[in-house]
Antibody, heavy 117, light 103 residues
Framework: EVQLVESGGGLVQPGGSLRLSCTAS????????MHWLRQAPGKGLVWVSR????????AYADSVKGRFTISRDNAKNTLSLEMNSLTAEDTAVYYC??????????WGQGTQVTVSS | ETVLTQSPATLSLSPGERATLSCRAS??????LAWYQQKPGQAPSLLIY???NRATGVPSRFSGSGSGTDFTLTISSLEPEDFAVYYC?????FGQGTKVEFK
């Protein structure tokens, strides 16, 4: 069974940093592209970032480009999102997802990030 | 960047009724469209990909259609567990969602 478990969320001050992790199990992690997506309170879904199965390609939404960095450790079956210069607009539940055929096929349960002073 | 517009924002229906949800793209996107279902307090789940293909385990009452710029998600007969929010997606862009609620 595919399992994706996000961690690392929490309360951070504006301008601060946070590192999210997603631990994968139940599939060959190193074979799949992975995504981060987010959902602000009471709002819709927003795609954040994507990384190729071997880590050699990454892409970002314009709203996070230059501030967020996606990475992966295939030996540890872990996906990460390093978030810097956080603002209140980054407050959201962050989901990791496994891609299949270009789509976010399997999702974790999410981790809450709150940016507030 | 493609903008996806979903309508209606809210659909009030009863169990057993047919639900028709629309997603319109601001430019041609071929059949590169997916639909997700999200229930309160849960992560989204993929329902339909590439316009009309059901994801694993999705009941046959869910169907997707369309091409180009106009797409439809149809739920042929609503079950109680289908009352949720539905999002369409084209790669890096999501629609704003349609809430299917009890009438």
């Amino acid at each position: 069974e595919v399992q994706l478990v996000e961690s690392g969320g929490g309360l951070v001050q504006p301008g601060g940093s946070l590192r999210l992790s997603c631990t994968a199990s139940g599939f060959t992690f190193s074979s799949y592209w992975m995504h981060w997506l987010r959902q602000a309170p009471g709002k819709g879904l927003v795609w954040v970032s994507r990384i190729k199965y071997d880590g050699t390609y990454t892409a970002y939404a314009d709203s996070v480009k230059g501030r967020f960095t996606i990475s992966r450790d295939n030996a540890k079956n872990t996906l990460s999102l390093e978030m810097n210069s956080l603002t209140a607009e980054d407050t959201a539940v962050y989901y990791c997802a496994r891609e299949w055929s270009g789509w976010a096929y399997s999702w974790g349960q999410g981790t809450q990030v709150t940016v507030s002073s | 960047e493609t903008v996806l517009t979903q309508s209606p924002a809210t659909l009030s229906l009863s169990p057993g009724e047919r639900a028709t949800l629309s997603c319109r793209a601001s430019q041609y996107i071929s059949d590169y469209l997916a639909w997700y279902q999200q229930k309160p307090g849960q992560a989204p789940s993929l329902l339909i990909y590439d316009t009309s293909n059901r994801a694993t385990g999705v009941p046959s009452r869910f169907s997707g259609s369309g091409s180009g710029t106009d797409f439809t998600l149809t739920i042929s007969s609503l079950e109680p567990e289908d009352f949720a929010v539905y999002y369409c997606q084209q790669r890096t862009t999501f629609g704003q969602g349609t809430k299917v609620e009890f009438k």
